[in-house]
């Protein structure tokens, strides 16, 4: 009975999803930024819209269009700070958080007006940290709400990603490793390791960022089935 009802019941689930990178401005036409596409974070707002969930889309800049899902709707926004704000509001309504954002950790203490001539030989940027989005909202999420986050890791994979679980209050974290060749930035692929609160860990094999956002999803669905059962 309970797994005939279960469509039924992911069908009126809301999720928010962050993706892409954000970009944090020097002056007005300069920015700090980073190699992220979107294109994994898109993949799993289509994966989540394909099960009949709805999907509020929080993407950084982005070449990618908006997905054209009716139930994916996207916010568009540049920096960590609005990033956040958005997510703010959106994840007291949402069910699943799913932090997929590259968010630049540092911003310029200050945005010059206008634009930064060329003067002195070298230029020095005071950067200050910026919000931790899935961090603080971490601290608010409520039990039956359930939040995955990623790591990009290059080194010691699994002790970062596992630090990453517990300090952001995460239910499952997305590990990708750069040392895996095909995954990570501007690849179509992703080799991925999922792991969990209870010390669970699943390896994937390196596949299409579609298929990967598929192998996400039913793990996020079978761990909340199993919590609702
Ligand atoms: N994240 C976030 N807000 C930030 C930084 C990260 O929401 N300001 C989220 C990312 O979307 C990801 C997770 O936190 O889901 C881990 O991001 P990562 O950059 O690996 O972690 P950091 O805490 O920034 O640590 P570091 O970059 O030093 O490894
Ligand atoms: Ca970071």
């Known amino acids: 009975m309970t797994l005939l009802l279960y469509p039924l019941y992911f069908s009126t ?71 956040y704000a958005a997510a703010a509001t959106a994840a007291p309504t949402a069910d699943i958080w799913v932090f997929a954002a590259a ?17 002195g030989d070298t230029l020095t940027l005071e950067l200050v940290k910026n919000v931790d989005i899935a961090g603080t909202l971490g601290q608010t999420k409520r039990a039956e709400q359930f939040s995955v986050g990623f790591a990009l890791e290059t080194n010691d994979e699994e002790t970062h990603a596992r630090g990453k679980l517990q300090r952001k209050n995460f239910d499952l974290i997305v590990l990708n490793s750069l040392r895996d060749s095909g995954a990570g930035f501007r690849h179509d692929t992703n080799k991925v390791t999922l ?35």
Do not use: C, W
Not at 103 to 119: G, T
Not at 205 to 224: C, F, G, M, N, Q
């Open 103 to 119: 968010v630049a950790d540092y911003r310029p203490r200050e945005v010059a007006p206008n634009k930064i001539k060329k003067d």
């Open 195 to 229: 792991l969990d609160t209870a010390g669970q860990k699943t390896i994937f094999e390196l596949k299409p960022k579609a298929a990967v956002a598929h192998d996400i999803v039913r793990t996020v669905l079978a761990s909340l089935s199993l919590r609702n059962a």
């Open 13 to 83: 689930m809301r999720v928010l999803l962050t993706a892409g990178p954000t970009y944090e401005p020097i002056d007005p036409v300069r920015f700090i930024g980073n190699h992220s596409t979107g294109k994994m974070g898109y993949a799993l707002a289509e994966a989540f819209a394909a099960t009949g969930a709805e999907v509020m889309l929080i993407s950084g800049p982005t070449s990618l269009p908006d997905p054209a899902s009716p139930l994916i709707t996207t916010t568009r926004v540049q920096t960590a700070a609005e990033m």
